[in-house]
């Protein structure tokens, strides 16, 4: 089980990432599967949130090749973008 101090960071850090679009994305995923994570994925997620928001909302939406350093099953729920919800 991850630090709950590293998860209360990577949660703060998903949800503001600048734009309306990011957060709900990010912070969706995180809110969505963190309760399930172990080391590999937090420290998966930690590099995730050090990448431009432009990029990383390109691999989800399919509009850019997803880096080797993050393919994998992570990258795959992060794709399908089930989790998101956004607020009427």
């Given at each position: 089980m991850?630090?709950t101090?590293?998860?209360g960071?990577?949660?703060f850090?998903?949800?503001?990432?600048?734009?309306?679009?990011?957060?709900f994305m990010?912070?969706?995923?995180f809110?969505?599967?963190?309760?399930?994570?172990?080391?590999?994925?937090l420290?998966w997620?930690?590099?995730?949130?050090e990448?431009?928001d432009?990029d990383i909302?390109a691999?989800?939406?399919g509009?850019?090749a997803?880096?080797?350093?993050?393919?994998?099953?992570?990258?795959e729920?992060?794709?399908r973008?089930?989790?998101v919800?956004?607020p009427r």
């Amino acid at each position: 089980m991850p630090d709950t101090n590293r998860l209360g960071r990577a949660r703060f850090r998903a949800w503001h990432r600048g734009t309306r679009e990011a957060d709900f994305m990010i912070g969706g995923f995180f809110d969505r599967y963190h309760a399930a994570w172990g080391e590999a994925e937090l420290a998966w997620f930690e590099a995730l949130l050090e990448e431009e928001d432009v990029d990383i909302m390109a691999w989800a939406l399919g509009q850019a090749a997803v880096p080797d350093g993050f393919a994998g099953a992570q990258m795959e729920l992060f794709r399908r973008l089930d989790y998101v919800h956004i607020p009427r």
